[in-house]
């Protein structure tokens, strides 16, 4: 885990008052987490932190023996939110199971269907669900001495969005009444519109397949796109600006807000939206398709590039099974010894592991959660990645490659410019998202509405292209396959909160093997053999509390900051604890009754 | 009678992806704005614990109106399911899902011990979604938790307190109009303006699904002209590509999906029932051909009573649930732990 010096923190002999709290289950995400902390008031942090979730469905163990073609309708129902990035990562696996190459209109509309994706998913999360936590309610509720600050402190860009102060814009996020926060709704439908012209249906698409997309390519379907994503490129001018105030007011309302939701960088990105005139689908090529993708993938450990190698990331990947309950599979079958490349697929890669669900009770000290600990493995040490939600792992990994230029969107070394053309009310605009300092909650946050912004940058190149394909009369979409007896696949994209990969083992015509991993548990693991703690359990402890209700009625805002930065979105509760020195006094138990 | 509140506890706990609740975000017919802040006439006051847009953080603030419902102190409630339901007693220890902790222990509290405790209480209960309805992707054959449907965990006969049978939108996901419509209706009925809700015999809303995908779709006349798709990318008729649409309930192809837009066969994606109790094993592999649909095609040009009853038959073969999914100690799914 990250060690941090936190500002106030002292080696005092005098016992300190720990405390625990407990929420279950964590409200405005996907899913249901738990995490359980001890909080230090005296020095006003986190100490310590676990993270479960509590569900369990076994898509792996009920999809052997399936028909492959049906694994990305299976999969998609993984989630509510981003199904339908696992259909489209199923549909890789499966295009390079298959060995075909889908026709580049097809790959287009699959890149526009997922620009649309992180453009509507991403919007509701930061204003509907994450904005909450900055809205005008919960700051008065948790920090009264920042709301009088905000009320005094003039929007440096009031000019761009019209809201005069900080407090306004924390007023305009408040839940329905909020005039952000509703626009942003109706923002999160059309954005769905969008989306459902290339896929057929959100969350679960009904237009994908192997091979390409069912999609009929129209000048009516294309430029039905392009009027709404021209309404998400002028709210986008506002939108960036708009956060950027509210993040910078953090950083100089609270000094050390930096540090709340902070660990060591250790970013992971799979990477995003396919380039047709590269991808070929075939493992061998990988690594050249992967560094084509208009989303750089990439390892970024304390700020520096690792790889952006998919066959390096791909090998890399380790499962560990951690404190979960699960059986280990010493003893089972190994599906690849080696890839085609020859290199050796290690016992613990997804190719070769099993899932062997075993349910016991909840115990902190053994099994406590149904995620799995996955790390990347660089050659020494098993790396506890983390996401960021997504959004700034991407930025991150695309900004240090700087292979994309694509004139509206183009990564430097060091940053990514987006570039945004003229709309009705505004003239072209240019944002740059600059790598920050830090890997916190602040970070995690702005980079979700750059990212907005950049995936509607890469959506407007891909519609070029696309049009250029209709222009010419290439309008397939789809291109005939045969499943073949034995083969393997993998795939890898960007779930919108962050790497997702697919791999499947196809035997005698079925699959042998398929397992997913998406980007929460990668986030949301449980400390590993190795004792180290997952993403959000080192995120947590030691993030300092600046909130100014003492223990009576806390509420624990920072930590969830901290926590819902990574866009957790799992069936899983958020869980905390008060107390003092030895013994621990459970203040918000979930076991106590309630009144 | 618009002083009449009414709470909708709102339980994405089950083995679920939470696509319903994200579903509802986008419903514009009507949203849930609307509901939410009473902007629609005779709606009566509602309260919706739902932990997707809950204002609170969660934990015991959210949790305290689950536990006094079960008081009843709410009353009336809609309970709203979301998710299939793992059965519990098949294993030795453990949960397959939680929600908030058991009082009393420090120990999950697993979806059935809520439905248990809140559904005698419920003035109605609803089943979001296909696994909430029936069981769904997560009841499939070869699953580990033994998954089931709200109708196989309270019986297909049950009624709320009310004497409101099982209220049942299915779809995976549900279509989002389709869920806020159903919703308003309950609201409407709550509030005396509107009489029992229309169920079908598994639960649906009469108006939403007595029409069949294929009887929806604007592709059928390619279908009456003996013209069909050999390829997936093509504008004509998908049913020989796998699209099950003449034997499956649901009013996507005619609504759309969001605002409107989209859809299924429609718009070029195969029907493969996700609305109907059958699915998924019964309209597996998804991309073959459905039998039957070879001699009905074939004669589409000798239509009638023929093809009705065919189609009638079939219809009812995957309006019905594959048999493993039931309460019990025993596992029937065909799944081996070790």
């Known amino acids: 885990m990250a060690v941090k010096d936190l500002p106030g923190s002292t080696t005092s002999t005098q016992p300190s008052r720990l405390v625990e ?20 008031f005296q020095e006003r942090k986190v100490v310590e932190c676990h993270s479960t979730s509590s569900i369990f469905r076994g898509y792996s163990i009920f999809m052997k023996g399936k028909d492959p073609r049906d694994a990305h309708f299976i999969t998609s129902r993984i989630c509510g939110i981003c199904g339908d990035n696992h259909c489209c990562c199923s549909v890789y696996a499966q295009n390079m199971a298959f060995g075909v190459k889908p026709p580049h209109m097809g790959e287009w509309i699959i890149n526009l269907g997922e620009a649309a994706e992180y453009m509507f998913d991403h919007n509701i999360f930061q204003e509907n669900l994450v904005g909450v936590d900055f809205c005008e309610q919960m700051v008065r509720e948790t920090n009264p001495s920042v709301w009088e600050k905000a009320k005094k402190t003039e929007a440096p860009n009031a000019h761009i969005h019209g809201y005069k102060t900080i407090a306004d814009i924390m007023t305009s996020l408040n839940p329905f009444s909020g005039d952000f926060y509703r626009q942003a709704l109706q923002i999160s439908r059309y954005t769905r519109e969008m989306f459902c012209l290339m896929e057929g249906r959100h969350v679960h698409p009904s237009t994908l397949y192997a091979g390409g997309t069912g999609t009929v390519a129209t000048v009516q379907l294309f ?7 021209m309404r998400y490129v002028e709210y986008m001018k506002v939108c960036v600006p708009l956060h950027d105030d509210l993040f910078d007011f953090f950083y100089q309302a609270l000094p050390g807000y930096e ?8 970013l992971g990105c799979w990477g995003a939206f396919q380039d047709p005139d590269y991808c070929d689908f075939t493992y061998k090529n990988m690594t050249n398709w992967g560094r084509k993708m208009f989303v750089t993938p990439g390892i970024v450990i304390d700020g520096k590039l690792h790889t952006n190698d998919l066959v390096q990331i791909n090998l890399g990947i380790r499962i560990l099974l951690g404190h979960s309950y699960y ?29 062997l669900p075993t349910p016991k009770k909840r115990d902190f000290a053994n099994q406590y959660s149904w995620v799995m600990s996955p790390r990347w493995f660089d050659g020494k040490d098993h790396l506890a990645l983390d996401t960021g939600g997504g959004a700034i792992a991407r930025l991150w990994s695309t900004a240090l490659s700087g292979l994309v230029d694509i004139g509206y ?12 053309p003229k709309s009705v009310l505004t003239g072209p605009v240019t944002f740059e998202w600059k790598t920050p300092k830090w890997s916190n909650a602040i970070e995690r946050d702005r980079a979700r509405t750059y990212f907005q912004a950049y995936s509607a940058g890469c959506a407007l190149y891909f519609l070029d292209k696309a049009f250029e394909e209709l222009r010419a009369g290439r309008t397939r979409s789809w291109e005939p396959f045969t499943v073949p007896k034995e083969a393997f696949g993998c795939g890898f994209t960007e779930a919108v909160r962050g790497v997702l990969s697919h791999h499947m083992v196809i035997r005698d015509g079925k699959i042998a093997n398929y397992h997913p991993w998406p980007p929460t548990p990668w986030n949301g693991n449980p400390r590993d053999k190795y004792g180290t703690p997952g993403p959000y359990e080192d995120a947590v402890q030691g993030t300092p509390i600046f909130e100014e209700n003492g223990p009576d009625n806390f509420k624990g805002i920072d930590i969830m900051r901290a926590v819902r930065s990574f866009d957790p979105c799992l069936p899983c509760g958020v869980h905390m604890y008060l107390g003092d020195g030895k013994t621990i006094e459970t203040v918000h138990s979930p076991l106590s009754p309630f009144g | 009678m618009a002083d ?20 509802l975000t986008s419903a514009m017919q009507p949203t849930i704005e609307e509901i939410a802040l009473g902007a629609l006439p005779g709606l009566p006051k509602v309260r919706f614990h739902w932990p997707l847009i809950e204002y609170s953080l969660g934990g015991q603030e959210f949790l305290q109106a689950f536990f006094k419902a079960e008081r009843g102190e709410l009353d009336p409630f809609v309970l709203v399911i979301e998710g299939s339901i793992a059965n519990e007693s098949i294993k030795k220890e453990g949960y397959w899902t939680g929600f908030g902790n058991k009082p009393g222990t420090d120990q999950p509290m697993t979806l059935s011990e809520w439905i248990d405790r809140l559904a005698p209480k419920a003035w109605a209960v609803m089943g979001v979604g296909t696994c909430a309805t029936y069981g769904g992707i997560h009841a499939m054959a070869g699953n580990p938790t033994g998954a089931m449907g709200l109708l196989d965990y309270l019986g297909w006969d049950w009624k709320s307190s009310a004497g409101i049978p099982i209220v049942c939108v299915p779809g995976c996901p549900i279509q989002p109009d389709n869920l806020s419509e159903t919703i308003l209706y309950l609201l409407w009925q709550a509030n005396g303006i509107a009489p029992m809700i229309p169920l079908d015999e598994a639960g649906r809303p009469q108006w939403l699904f007595s029409a069949t995908v294929h009887e929806g779709c604007d592709r059928a006349g390619y279908y009456e002209q003996g013209d069909f798709a050999e390829e997936y990318d093509s504008p004509k008729c998908l049913v020989k590509l796998g699209c099950w649409g003449p034997v499956v309930k649901c009013n996507v192809p005619k609504r759309g999906w969001t605002g409107g837009v989209g859809g299924c066969p429609n718009v070029g994606g195969i029907c493969i029932g996700c609305t109907m109790p059958g699915f998924p094993d019964k309209f597996m592999p998804f991309m073959d051909e459905p039998p039957g649909a070879k001699i009905s095609s074939t004669v589409s040009g000798v239509y009638g009573n023929v093809i009705r009853a065919m189609r009638n038959f079939t219809i009812q073969t995957v309006d019905q649930e594959p048999k493993w999914r039931h309460k019990g100690r025993e596992l029937t799914t065909g799944y081996r732990p070790r």
Do not use: Q
Not at chain 1, 21 to 40: C, F, Q
Not at chain 1, 335 to 341: I, K, T, V, Y
Not at chain 1, 409 to 420: C, E, F, H, M, P
């Open chain 1, 409 to 420: 969107v183009k990564a430097t070394g060091n940053s990514v410019i987006i570039n945004l």
């Open chain 2, 4 to 23: 009449t509140l009414v709470n909708v506890l709102w339980i994405p706990a089950g083995l679920s992806c939470d696509g319903d609740s994200v579903a």
């Open chain 1, 327 to 355: 059986n280990d599979w010493e003893g089972e079958e190994t599906f690849m010894e080696r890839d085609p490349l020859g290199n050796p697929v290690d016992r613990r890669h997804p190719w070769n592991m099993h899932t």
């Open chain 1, 223 to 229: 430029t039905d796109y392009y009027s709404r994503l």
């Open chain 1, 259 to 266: 540090h709340v939701g902070e660990r060591r960088i250790l």
């Open chain 1, 21 to 40: 709290m407990s929420w279950d289950p964590i409200t405005r995400i996907v899913g249901s987490l738990g995490i359980y902390t001890k909080i230090d």
